[in-house]
């Protein structure tokens, strides 16, 4: 699937937290969309506050990437709802925001950096998924990272990036150029695939994955008596260490 803009992510994400808000009867309702002069277009749903403004062609543009249907009534009205793919991009990459957030509080918090995680993983994550579509034995390629996002070719950021990836075990180097930073192709390591593609977490990911989650509750609880308990536990599992980490996530998904 083709990349889609933050503003038309934002809109999705949207029409799937609403579409996944059940009414009063404890059903899930599809959302409508309204024309109106002027050529504005807005959304309507029990679970939105008012009728927020849309732009019309992102709604069209995410139901060619089958992420939304259109069920039209008139003229850019009608209604509207999530596909199990829109619910699953939504939800996959919400993950790797919060492994992201999680990674910057153990890490060095070495902000706005070329060699920080948030500079690194959307290369690492486009390694990962150009390698889902690869052929066997097929090679991820630096012009095929910058193709996929819209860099132009020979993008240095790209380089250090699989510079930098290749140093912490995430890339492997399968050829590479005198003269060129970081190598010219690489595969994914087991590491990058634990953390981007659900393979079965140990060490330091699944350290990553127990930090992320509870500060997603964190985040989530307005009840201070709770937060206090979640953020004692956030302590606790940052002190724990990776193998105890990777042992209760181990007995967790084996239902132990």
Do not use: C
Not at 44 to 61: F, K, N, S, T, V
Not at 92 to 112: F, H, K, L, M, T
Not at 213 to 234: H, V
């Amino acid at each position: 699937m083709s990349r889609i803009t933050d503003e038309q992510f934002e809109l999705l994400a949207r029409i799937v937290d609403a579409y996944w808000t059940l009414n009063a009867l404890g059903q899930k309702l599809d959302l409508v969309y309204i024309s109106a002069s002027g050529g504005l277009t807005f959304l309507d749903h029990h679970a939105m506050e008012g009728r927020p403004q849309i732009d019309y062609p992102d709604l069209e543009e995410l139901e060619s990437h089958g992420l939304v249907v259109l069920k039209p009534s008139r003229e850019r009205s009608g209604s509207l709802y999530p596909t199990a793919q829109g619910k699953h991009v939504v939800e996959e990459q919400r993950r790797i925001e919060q492994i992201a957030r999680a990674d910057n509080a153990i890490g060095d918090g070495s902000g706005g950096s070329k060699i920080a995680w948030d500079a690194t993983l959307p290369v690492l994550q486009a390694v990962v998924e150009l390698y889902a579509q690869a052929a066997a034995g097929e090679h991820i390629s630096q012009m095929q990272v910058n193709q996929r996002l819209g860099r132009e070719d020979g993008d240095s950021d790209t380089s250090r990036a699989f510079e930098v990836l290749e140093q912490g075990g995430y890339v492997q180097e399968t050829a590479s150029i005198d003269g060129l930073p970081g190598a010219l192709t690489v595969v994914p390591t087991e590491k990058a695939l634990q953390l981007l593609a659900g393979w079965p977490a140990d060490g330091e990911v699944a350290l990553a994955r127990l930090v992320a989650a509870l500060q997603t509750q964190i985040d989530a609880t307005s009840d201070e008596e709770e937060k206090g308990k979640l953020k004692r536990a956030l302590d606790a599992v940052q002190g724990i260490g990776e193998n105890v980490a990777a042992e209760v996530l181990t007995k967790v998904m084996m239902g132990g």
